[in-house]
C-alpha cells in the first residue's frame, strides 16, 4: 500500500500569507495526486487533480506541484474562507487510491 | 446542480447489517462511475468502494472486503452500499462521491461529494 505522508500536520498562518502544504509519497505516483479542501462540517471538496490542474471553480490562489514522491500545495494569499483542513490523494494504485492524514491551516 | 443525498445511516450493533442509499441529480448519473468514502470521527478520510458506471465493475478496500456490498440503479439514479457484519471500526461518516471522470472513464478522484450519512457501531 501507498502512503501518503502530510506535512506539517498543522499550519498557523495570518489571512494574506503563503501556505505552503507537503504531501510525501512512500513510492512514485507519478501525477497521480489530487488535494481536497475540508471545512468543519462539511464534505471535502477536489482543489487539485493530477498533481497541477485546478478543478472547476477553483481560485487560481491555489497551485500545485511536484511529481514522483514529493508534491506541495500553494495557497498565494490566505483568505478568512482557506482556513481548512487539506487532505492528499493518490490513485496510482486504482481503484481508490489513499489519502493522507491531512494538514489542518489555522489562523495564527 | 449535481446534488448527493446519503441516507440510512443508523447505530446498529456489532454484527449486524445496513444498507446505505445515495440518491444522485444534477447530472447524466450513468455516465460516471461512483464512490462510497468514509471518515471516522476526527479522523482523515478512506475510499471504500467503487462501481462502474454500468454497475459491472465493482471494487472494494480490503478493510471492507466481503462484507460490504456496492450496487447502483440507474433507472433511479441510485447508488448502494449494503453494510455486512459491521464492527465496531467501521463507525464513521460514509460519504457517497462521484468520479471526476467523463463519459464512463474512471479516475477515482472525487469532484462530487454528498453531506454524508453517520454510521455508529456500538452495543
Known amino acids: 500500500e501507498i502512503v501518503l505522508t502530510q506535512s506539517p500536520a498543522t499550519l498557523s498562518l495570518s489571512p494574506g500569507e503563503r501556505a505552503t502544504l507537503s504531501c510525501r509519497a512512500s513510492q512514485s505516483v507519478s501525477s497521480y495526486l489530487a488535494w481536497y479542501q475540508q471545512k468543519p462540517g462539511q464534505a471535502p471538496r477536489l482543489l487539485i487533480y493530477d498533481a497541477s490542474n485546478r478543478a472547476t471553480g477553483i481560485p487560481a490562489r491555489f497551485s500545485g506541484s511536484g511529481s514522483g514522491t514529493d508534491f506541495t500545495l500553494t495557497i498565494s494569499s490566505l483568505e478568512p474562507e482557506d482556513f481548512a483542513v487539506y487532505y492528499c490523494?493518490?490513485?496510482?494504485?486504482?481503484?481508490?487510491?489513499?489519502f493522507g492524514q491531512g494538514t489542518k491551516v489555522e489562523i495564527k | 446542480e449535481v446534488q448527493l443525498v446519503e441516507s440510512g445511516g443508523v447505530v446498529v450493533q456489532p454484527g449486524g447489517s445496513l444498507r446505505l442509499s445515495c440518491a444522485a441529480s444534477g447530472f447524466t448519473f450513468d455516465d460516471y462511475a461512483m464512490h462510497w468514502v468514509r471518515q471516522a470521527p476526527g479522523k482523515g478520510l478512506e475510499w471504500v468502494s467503487l462501481?462502474?458506471?454500468?454497475?459491472?465493475?465493482?471494487y472494494y478496500a480490503d478493510s471492507v472486503k466481503g462484507r460490504f456490498t456496492i450496487s447502483r440503479d440507474n433507472s433511479k439514479n441510485s447508488l448502494y452500499l449494503q453494510m455486512n457484519s459491521l464492527r465496531a471500526e467501521d463507525t464513521a461518516l460514509y460519504y457517497c462521491?462521484?468520479?471526476?471522470?467523463?463519459?464512463?472513464?474512471?479516475?477515482?478522484?472525487?469532484?462530487?461529494w454528498g453531506q454524508g450519512t453517520l454510521v455508529t457501531v456500538s452495543s
Open positions: 490523494q493518490q490513485r496510482s494504485n486504482w481503484p481508490g487510491g489513499t
Open positions: 462501481i462502474s458506471w454500468d454497475g459491472g465493475s465493482t
Open positions: 462521491a462521484k468520479d471526476s471522470g467523463d463519459d464512463t472513464v474512471t479516475t477515482s478522484y472525487f469532484d462530487y
